[in-house]
């Protein structure tokens, strides 16, 4: 009996913390393995993300060559963080596994271990929220308000070209007149 309630103590906590983690706000996103961009949705990693994967919207908001190279920098800095952090949150979870596993659980361990995993979540979440402020200064407010403005634009204008402002829905269906 006390070895499934510390068990789903355990895996309340790392639940809790994952939904928590993945709630996600204008900075990158907890999944930094990001796919490509799918037509008219979001661009995917912030704002970096809506620089570097939208050249056009991005010279047009104003956005300098020497802005661009920035960006990449702090962004290729992000990841390689990112691959080491994400590592120890990892590492934080199979340890937990590891002390669930055993004969005899030792509850003190293993919330230790939770909250070893909590720390390391924290610290990833935090080195996302610095990037997405860096990049907030690199640029200023100004520009990424013409940023996402022309972004609409581009998002509208893609629409507009697979039909969906012709009486369609996203799915191609047509509206009931």
Same mark, same amino acid.
């Given at each position: ?83 080491? +952090? %994400? ?7 199979? $340890?937990? &596994?590891? !002390?669930?596993?055993? @004969? /005899? *659980?030792? =509850? ?15 610290? +990833? %979440? ?7 402020? $860096?990049? &907030?200064? !690199?640029?200023?407010? @100004? /520009? *990424?308000? =013409? ?31």
């Amino acid at each position: 009996m006390n070895k499934r309630l510390i068990a789903v103590c355990a895996a309340a906590g790392l639940t809790l913390a994952s939904a928590a983690w993945a709630e996600r706000g204008d900075g990158p996103r907890a999944d930094w393995k990001r796919p490509g961009n799918q037509p008219g949705g979001p661009p995917e990693g912030g704002l970096i993300g809506m620089v570097l994967d939208h050249p056009d919207a991005a010279k047009q908001a104003g956005v300098t060559e020497e802005q661009m190279a920035e960006l990449k920098k702090i962004r290729a800095a992000g990841e390689k963080a990112g691959i080491q +952090l %994400r590592s120890n949150v990892d590492l934080a979870r199979q $340890e937990v &596994r590891t !002390l669930m596993d055993a @004969d /005899t *659980v030792d =509850k003190k361990a293993v919330m230790e271990a939770v909250e070893k995993g909590g720390q390391a979540m924290t610290e +990833l %979440r935090k080195a996302e929220i610095g990037q997405a402020i $860096e990049a &907030r200064a !690199l640029l200023g407010k @100004d /520009t *990424v308000a =013409k940023l996402r403005e022309a972004l609409r634009k581009e998002m509208r204008a893609d629409r507009r070209d697979r039909g969906q402002e012709k009486g369609e829905d996203r799915h191609g269906h047509h509206d009931k007149d």
